[in-house]
């Protein structure tokens, strides 16, 4: 039925946030993604030369695929083929990008060979960039927990979700009189902070409960603040509760122009090494938060995190880089290869993470990269030669 129909919109749209003359972005999104049921917007943010498809879906399906959620559109590609040569991947690019969680490292061990890996493709003139969709933390935080395990990795070169949302809000120029509700942890909190935005919300929420009884109010309806919050933004958080909804709820439909804000739809998420790597004990990721506000507003999130390619663009402008000299190396399909491949990056999986090769392989997965190894330490095992 219609009534119930989002709409497939397929868009080649070169959209400009008007900034200040310090700071410009430009954000090419040439992808598929759900049209939201409205599209709400800032003065500052202007979209030109929209081209429209539609086609007819199910609005907010348990049964789409992360992947179909963020709207991107999957083609038929050649079956993924075992790294052979890491000599002729590592000439033909200029920067890796690398997820953390999987590829790096497994909750707070490291995995074997990483630093021997990251310090052989420095050695030649390789560009390092690290993209995690965990939101818990802040670059800085990112930053500790490299040093912490051992591996010299710069601030700059780590871009945390947590961080994208900030940029994101910072791209559209934001007002800085508006506030942002969170539903996440410290690391978002952080992130708005060092931007110089607003919030509410976050970890001092967590205790906080709704008493349903007659002429009940949320502080939505009586406090002032409340009406000032012109986006919320979604992310992983541990202390998820009813109250959040509801307050995130309230700001998202009654708010003029509030916009909705996701972190990533991570179906599961890595926290300690002995709960994420059991199998059988995954933990829910960011998307499970994501979605119970996706429901009770009936709105689709705009994401920030992988596979949307706003950090793809950000990284692109930030360094300079040409999309066709990146390799987008990760141990999910559909959020890593799928973020390299909507960003025209060519990608290689990992097989030390959430994905197995039956996985791989299965008839039944469409995403397939360009090429896959057991993990990122076999660089050194295919022997690669001096450039």
């Known amino acids: ?90 000439a033909s690019v200029e920067t890796f990008i690398f997820d953390c969680d999987g590829v790096i490292w497994k909750g707070d061990k490291l995995i074997d060979g990483v630093p021997e890996t990251l310090d052989m493709l420095r050695s030649k003139g390789k560009r390092l960039v690290f993209v995690t969709n965990n939101s818990t933390k802040s670059r800085k935080q990112y930053g500790k927990k490299f040093e912490t395990l051992g591996l010299n990795v710069n601030e700059e070169e780590i871009f945390a979700s947590s961080f994208a949302a900030a940029a994101y809000l910072k791209s559209i120029n934001f007002p800085k009189d508006k506030k942002v509700y969170v539903i996440g942890e410290d690391g978002i909190l952080k992130e708005l902070e060092l931007a110089g935005f607003q919030y509410l919300g976050g970890l001092e929420d967590g205790g906080k409960k709704i008493e349903l009884k007659p002429g009940f109010l949320m502080e939505h309806d009586k406090d002032v603040k409340s009406y000032l919050v012109g986006a919320v933004v979604v992310g992983f958080d541990r202390y998820f509760n009813y109250y959040k909804v509801q307050y995130g709820t309230l700001c998202i439909r009654e708010n003029p122009g509030c916009l909705f804000i996701a972190t990533n739809r991570d179906a599961v998420t890595h926290l300690t090494d002995a709960q994420e790597w059991a199998g059988q004990y995954l933990i829910s990721g960011g998307g499970s938060m994501v979605g119970a506000i996706c429901g009770s507003t009936q709105r689709e999130p705009l994401v920030v995190g992988k596979p949307s390619t706003f950090m793809m663009d950000y990284l692109a402008n930030k360094f300079g880089i040409l999309k066709s000299q990146i390799c987008m190396v990760g141990d999910r399909l559909d959020t890593d290869i799928l973020f390299g491949q909507n960003g025209g990056c060519k990608t290689l999986l990992v097989l030390s993470g959430v994905t197995s090769l039956s996985m791989l392989q299965s008839p039944s997965n469409s995403i397939q990269p360009d090429f896959y190894t057991n993990k990122i330490s076999d660089f050194l095992s295919i022997k690669a030669a001096t450039l």
């Open 1 to 90: 039925m219609a009534t119930k129909a989002a709409v497939s919109v397929s868009v080649a749209a070169s959209i400009t946030a008007a900034s200040s003359s310090s700071s410009k972005f430009v954000i090419n999104t040439p992808h598929r993604f759900l049209c939201l049921k409205r599209l709400s917007s800032f003065s500052s943010f202007s979209a030109s030369a929209l081209a429209i498809k539609c086609t007819s879906i199910s609005n907010c399906s348990p049964n789409k695929s992360a992947r179909s959620m963020e709207g991107f559109t999957t083609r038929t590609r050649a079956s993924a083929q075992p790294l052979e040569n890491a000599d002729e991947l590592i």
